[in-house]
């Protein structure tokens, strides 16, 4: 475990992963070997290692939330994303409170197109601990089911959140275009490029402009 946790701090992480190999040997149920194995392996980006120290993890630490919680990252990099979203749950099963898991299960769901699911899960995010990045995944999959007035309430939640989020005030920009409120589109559209918004947020601009209802100046 000392020369592991020796090449952890030097970066060697290969190299630490085979140290715990022998630690784990020797003492198969030990948790914080196989909690230190995993990853180690994760870090030196041998996926297929790390999957299958973090299942050993789980068989004997599954109770708690935490090798459920790498298994969903470990899986989601490994582009397994099925495999991922069952961590996930597993993870949520054990921590309910966990705002930061409930949103991963929600992008994991939408990248399932399970939309229904998606949306369940990053509203009980929201509700525990909101978040600009799982407001915007709420967004995304409001927007997918067609729900465009509830995508839009949740992009004006994220800048209100942070009113400094560049993607928070373009997505809201986006959200309102497919909507009547063209000059509510407009500041947003200028919000955004204030903040360094792009090519995109310019066109889209244009594009409402010529929307926008001419008036007659006063008499």
Same mark, same amino acid.
């Given at each position: 475990m000392? =020369?592991?946790?020796?090449?952890?701090?030097? %970066? *060697?992480?290969?190299? =630490?992963?085979?140290?715990?190999?022998?630690?784990?040997?020797?003492?198969? %149920?030990?948790?914080?070997?196989? $909690?230190?194995?995993?990853?180690?392996f994760w870090q030196a980006e041998n996926l297929a290692a790390a999957a299958r120290a973090v299942r050993d993890w789980a068989r004997v630490?599954?109770?708690?939330?935490?090798a459920h919680r790498f298994a969903a990252r470990i899986y989601e990099d490994m582009g397994a994303i099925d495999l991922a979203a069952e961590a996930a749950e597993r993870a949520v099963e054990r921590a309910p409170g966990d705002a930061g898991e409930?949103?991963?299960l929600g992008r994991l769901r939408l990248r399932?197109? *399970? $939309?229904?699911?998606?949306?369940?899960?990053?509203? $009980?995010?929201?509700?525990?601990?909101?978040?600009?990045?799982?407001?915007?995944?709420?967004?995304?999959?409001?927007?997918?089911? %067609?729900?465009?007035?509830?995508?839009?309430?949740?992009?004006?939640? =994220?800048?209100?959140?942070?009113?400094?989020?560049l993607?928070?005030?373009?997505?809201?920009?986006?959200?309102?275009?497919?909507?009547?409120?063209?000059?509510?589109?407009?500041?947003a559209c200028e919000r955004a490029l204030e903040l360094g918004g792009g090519p995109e947020v310019a066109d889209l601009r244009e594009r409402m402009r010529k929307l926008e209802p001419r008036v007659l100046p006063a008499a």
């Open positions: 000392t =020369a592991a946790q020796n090449a952890l701090s030097d %970066g *060697d992480y290969a190299l =630490a992963a085979q140290r715990l190999i022998y630690a784990r040997d020797a003492d198969p %149920g030990n948790v914080p070997v196989l $909690r230190m194995m995993t990853l180690a630490d599954g109770a708690r939330p935490a409930w949103a991963r399932l197109m *399970d $939309r229904a699911g998606a949306i369940e899960a990053l509203r $009980r995010a929201q509700s525990l601990e909101p978040s600009v990045e799982a407001l915007l995944d709420l967004a995304l999959a409001l927007q997918l089911a %067609g729900d465009i007035g509830g995508e839009v309430s949740v992009c004006e939640q =994220a800048v209100e959140l942070d009113g400094e989020s993607e928070a005030w373009s997505r809201l920009a986006h959200a309102l275009a497919r909507t009547d409120r063209i000059a509510e589109c407009l500041e």
